[in-house]
Nanobody, 124 residues
């Protein structure tokens, strides 16, 4: 079973940057595509990015395109989300999750493993 743990969240001012990390253990992370999701209070969970097993393909929601970059280092069992030009509306709990098949096209319900989440707060 794959365990995922996110880190790197915190409080940042608008326009600032954060890098989130997602580390996998218990199973080979490179067997899985990894997605980043977020959920703000009172809102539905939103998938914001995904990266394929090799890192060769990535996808982004329109809300973060051009500001966020997903990457992975399979040798370290790590996936990262670099977040730049942060806005107050980016405030949410951010989760990484793993899916065996597809990536952006995979239904959210197909993601098998989830981390516990890390809080990102963008505020002046």
């Amino acid at each position: 079973q794959l365990q995922l743990v996110e880190s790197g969240g915190g409080l940042v001012q608008p326009g600032g940057s954060l890098r989130l990390s997602c580390v996998g253990s218990g199973y080979r992370m490179d067997y899985y595509a990894i997605g980043w999701f977020r959920q703000a209070p009172g809102k539905e969970r939103e998938r914001i990015s995904c990266i394929t097993t090799t890192g060769g393909d990535t996808a982004y929601a329109d809300s973060v395109k051009g500001r966020f970059t997903i990457s992975r280092d399979n040798a370290k069992n790590m996936v990262y989300l670099q977040m730049n030009s942060l806005k107050e509306e980016d405030t949410a709990v951010y989760y990484c999750a793993a899916v065996r098949r597809l990536c952006w096209a995979a239904p959210t319900g197909n993601y098998e493993y989830w981390g516990q989440g890390t809080q990102v707060t963008v505020s002046s």
